[in-house]
């Protein structure tokens, strides 16, 4: 009865050996997941002609707690109708000056998809532009609690407040305030 017992530690112990290698990495990266809501400006409007336009966000996101993030530029690809498509980045930053750096709507960081935006016609020949984007970490680009963020996703709805389509001599709409909120994962390291 001895000798079965220890042979089955002996067994357990070389399955375990065997499947630490293929663990390792696993074992050390954690998936967790993410929600964020919030709105803000796009102060200078949005350029149909693809130059950069910054926007701003306040809100509230899981990891972060209240964030703010001043450093937002999209950059419209196409435009076609009353659809186009977009992509752009954004940090988010936490209250204690945490920064999770990301892109949006990029297939070069991980997006699956290229952003994409609809005007919506509302009353008195206003519009309301919907943007939807998958928001992607740039790995080694944040700090703080999220330096270690190696990978990630959330999907992103953002949604203006009623808008003229009125362009000014360099091709950019008026100002206006949207909100978002979104939801997905993040990958630490």
């Known amino acids: 009865m001895l000798r079965n017992v220890k042979l089955r530690w002996l067994s357990m112990l070389c399955i375990a050996a065997l499947a630490l290698p293929g663990l390792e990495n696993s074992a050390l990266a954690q998936i967790v997941p993410f929600k964020v809501t919030g709105g803000g400006t796009a ?21 972060l707690g209240k964030y703010s993030g001043n450093e937002g530029i999209a950059n419209v690809i196409s435009l076609e109708g009353l659809e186009g498509e977009f992509q752009g980045t954004f940090v988010f930053v936490a209250a204690n000056g945490d920064r999770l750096a990301c892109t949006y ?7 699956e998809v290229q952003g994409t935006f609809s005007l919506m016609p509302v009353d008195d020949g206003k519009f309301i532009v919907v943007f939807l984007a ?5 790995p080694g680009a944040s700090t ?6 190696i990978n990630g996703s959330f ?3 953002a949604m203006t407040e009623p808008i003229t389509l009125d362009l000014d001599d360099d091709g950019f709409t008026v100002p206006f305030n949207y909100t978002w909120e979104g939801e997905g994962w993040i990958e630490f390291d």
Do not use: C, W
């Open 43 to 63: 102060p200078d409007g949005l350029s149909v002609f693809g130059d950069d336009s910054m926007h701003n966000a306040t809100g509230t996101a899981t990891y």
């Open 105 to 111: 709507g990029d297939k070069d960081n991980g997006a």
């Open 134 to 138: 998958e928001f992607n970490p740039i």
């Open 144 to 149: 703080g609690r999220f330096e270690d963020v």
């Open 155 to 157: 999907i992103m709805l």
